[in-house]
């Protein structure tokens, strides 16, 4: 079992930055592909990046443009976290954001944080 658990959401007004941390617990993130996903109300989650075991790759399948540029995925084995940077941040990036991590047949979620961007 992996236990994912994000933090540094909160209010931030538009062009602001926030830096998103998941800290992993129960076992080593190290063997899995993980990812940072977003849902805003009243729509499907989307995933924003994703980025691989070793953190060599890093890539942004199916994401809104306006997010490549100003988001940065990030991991550290070491200490068992991920992180997202983002930067200029836009009333239309107000959503709850999650982590994931993800290995064959095996996916874990954390509960997600909330951001909110003001106009």
């Known amino acids: 079992q992996v236990q994912l658990v994000e933090s540094g959401g909160g209010l931030v007004q538009a062009g602001g930055s926030l830096r998103l941390s998941c800290a992993a617990s129960g076992r080593t993130i190290s063997n899995y592909a993980m990812g940072w996903f977003r849902q805003a109300p009243g729509k499907e989650r989307e995933l924003l990046a994703a980025i691989s075991r070793g953190g060599g790759s890093t890539y942004f399948p199916n994401s809104p443009d306006s997010v490549k540029g100003r988001f940065t995925i990030s991991r550290d084995n070491a200490k068992n976290t991920m992180y997202l940077q983002m930067n200029s941040l836009k009333p239309e990036d107000t959503a709850v954001y999650y982590c994931?991590?993800?290995?064959?047949?095996?996916?874990?979620w954390g509960q997600g944080t909330q951001v909110t961007v003001s106009s």
């Open positions: 994931n991590a993800d290995r064959i047949l095996t996916s874990y």
